[in-house]
């Protein structure tokens, strides 16, 4: 399918992808970092608090998401996407309104749960499950909804905390959500729509006979156990060497603002990268993509490790961007190829809670590793990490 074809008579499902991408931002770390120092100046707390407070909902959110996965491959997925934004704007209205560490707790709850985990978890396995023909181009474009809110909303966020307070801008995020988003669910997606459910694409022929395996059989496949620790390396990485990147700018003598060229640089070329990925993934198939996803990333982390200039900061962000971008499409695209759509949800909210434990751990033990190991050893270990990643992709590949 050209991009043309998806483009025209699928306009209401792509943008029904594209939107639960972008309103995923209220929920996304790169949004909620922006109120750290309004939450924690009020209420006279140390960052550290409130990082203990952040980590802990998150691990509970991860363990929820297995659960409500199982919902999105049993009941229209409108309803799940109701219900996910009206929890969402209980947690903006927590957000602003509520005093006490509880509450507050509570309300990162809601936001998390429903926009890190559940719209995206939604938004990847509707398009991914619908498309056979085009898989790969449809979960590009509507992913790139997450890269529009990554550029667009910070700016707006920033000035609104400024002009009218944290609070005043979590009232804008839950008016947002109650007055743009969640009517354009119910206006893209009919009540009787085969995008609606499961059962109903299954029953009506829009995908391929690819048998359904469900989430016991996908955990007990050999293939499955050897790709999740490939799925895990971005995460895993990405997440512990920007949390320490202040103590690895230090190690290396790099000034903050290089530091911060380097995630300006991933956000650009991920974003660049996601939108050919599906191109690439469509022709090439991601079980062969697999086998070399990872080796930008390992490419940039050895010019790092090698090399002690500044300019090796856009570099290894750079090219690590290059593999995220490729695997945000290749992995949901593969799922849905190997595994058919029937149980899609409840497979990818699984795959879903451990990249989220395997982010929750990184920070930890890269601190341990960057004190106890130092900055060279540690990233030879990183690579090795990766380098183990392509091999086991190998071994993937001739079992199938």
Known sequence: MTNRELLTNYPRYLA??????????????????????????????????????????????????????????????????????????????????????LLLALGILCVRLGGQGVLTLTGSTTIGRFFERGRGKALSYSMLGICAAEIIVPLLAVYLIQEQGYRSTWLVAAALLAMVFLPAIWLLVS????????????????????????????????????????????????????????????????????????????????????????????????????????????????????????????????????????????????WADRYGPQFLGSIKSTVKLLEVLSSAGAPILFSWGLKSLGLSTWMALMIGYGLACVLLAVLERRRQ
Not at 239 to 249: A, K, L, R, S, W
């Open 191 to 334: 009540r009787h729509d085969n995008f609606q459910k499961a059962a109903t694409i299954v029953n009506s022929g829009e995908t391929s006979s690819v048998a359904s395996w469900t989430r016991r059989q996908v955990i007990s496949d050999p293939r499955f156990q050897l790709i999740v620790p490939i799925v895990l390396f971005i995460p895993f990485f990405f997440t512990g060497f920007v949390f320490n990147q202040t103590d690895i700018g230090e190690l290396r003598g790099f000034s903050p603002e290089l530091m911060a060229l380097g995630l300006s640089t991933f956000g650009l070329t991920r974003a660049f990268c996601i939108l050919f990925a599906g191109q690439i993934v469509d022709r090439f198939g991601p079980a062969k993509l697999l086998i070399v996803v990872l080796l930008p990333a390992v490419m940039g982390m050895l010019v790092f490790w090698s090399f002690p200039g500044g300019w090796t900061i856009p570099v290894i962000f750079g090219l690590i961007a290059v593999s995220a971008g490729v695997i945000t499409v290749t992995m949901p695209t593969l």
């Open 16 to 101: 029904f992808g594209f939107l639960h991408y972008f309103f995923s931002f209220v929920g996304q770390t790169f949004f909620i970092s922006l109120f750290v120092t309004g939450i924690t100046a009020e209420r006279g707390w140390e960052t550290e608090t409130f990082a203990g407070i952040y980590s802990g909902v998150t691990l509970c959110a991860a363990f929820l998401l297995p659960v409500i996965g199982g919902q999105l491959d049993r009941l229209r997925v409108r309803y799940v996407s109701t219900t996910t934004v009206l929890v969402m704007i209980a947690g903006c209205l927590l957000l602003a309104y509520g005093h006490g560490w």
